[in-house]
T-cell receptor
Framework: DGGITQSPKYLFRKEGQNVTLSCEQN?????MYWYRQDPGQGLRLIYY???????QKGDIAEGYSVSREKKESFPLTVTSAQKNPTAFYLC?????????????FGNGTRLTVT | AQSVTQLDSHVSVSEGTPVLLRCNYS??????LFWYVQHPNKGLQLLLK??????LVKGINGFEAEFKKSETSFHLTKPSAHMSDAAEYFC?????????????FGAGTRLAVHP
């Protein structure tokens, strides 16, 4: 079955450490996205990529970094510069980065930083 | 500026009764509108989408939504709630911004279904 795989499901880190969240898709989608979800809030966009080797900052990119070296993969690094990293992180993809293209989501990674 | 307002943060219904989740949007352009559902600790799943075709959109699991331009609303309904419908629902407006598909999410409505 085609889909988006995020790993790990739960991740625990000490404050001051960088951590990388994995996102892989086998849907052959061009566009990929990272969102952050906090309780009682909608999703907020961290980074997006419309094509391999290209990515753009979203609304809350500070303290995060990404790469898009392969079409299938869009890893997110949460750096020590992110002030409040504890959150639920969702990766998504779409066929193309157009207005009518719905997103397909992974099952998320819950990151806890203490 | 584009925005989405989900009018209820929590909705509680009895099994077998109708469901109404309300959404109002603000957009300068002709928007595409979506409803997504999220079960606990899961990703979001697309329920339905409106893309300027028929104003009454049918989705999965018996849900439907009606686009009303005059009221700038896109309310989600279901005639009869099932226990498995208990989840969080997000109304989303999509606009093109510099060739990118910019999604604006509502804050979500948590639906509880009681026996």
């Amino acid at each position: 079955d085609g889909g988006i795989t995020q790993s790990p499901k739960y991740l625990f880190r000490k404050e001051g450490q960088n951590v990388t969240l994995s996102c892989e898709q086998n849907l052959n989608h061009d566009a990929m996205y990272w969102y952050r979800q906090d309780p009682g809030q909608g999703l907020r966009l961290i980074y997006y990529s419309q094509i391999v080797n290209d990515f753009q900052k979203g609304d809350i990119a500070e303290g995060y970094s990404v790469s898009r070296e392969k079409k299938e993969s869009f890893p997110l690094t949460v750096t020590s510069a992110q002030k409040n990293p504890t959150a639920f992180y969702l990766c998504a993809s779409s066929i193309f980065a157009g207005q009518n293209s719905p997103l397909h989501f992974g099952n998320g990674t819950r990151l806890t930083v203490t | 500026a584009q925005s989405v307002t989900q009018l209820d943060s929590h909705v509680s219904v009895s099994e077998g009764t109708p469901v109404l989740l309300r959404c109002n949007y603000s957009s300068s352009y002709s928007p595409s509108l979506f409803w997504y559902v999220q079960h606990p600790n899961k990703g979001l799943q697309l329920l339905l989408k409106y893309t300027s075709a028929a104003t009454l959109v049918k989705g999965i699991n018996g849900f439907e939504a009606e686009f009303k331009k005059s009221e700038t609303s896109f309310h989600l309904t279901k005639p009869s709630a099932h226990m498995s419908d208990a989840a969080e629902y997000f109304c989303v407006v999509s606009v093109s911004s510099g060739g990118y598909n910019k999604l604006i999410f509502g804050a979500g409505t948590r639906l509880a279904v009681h026996p």
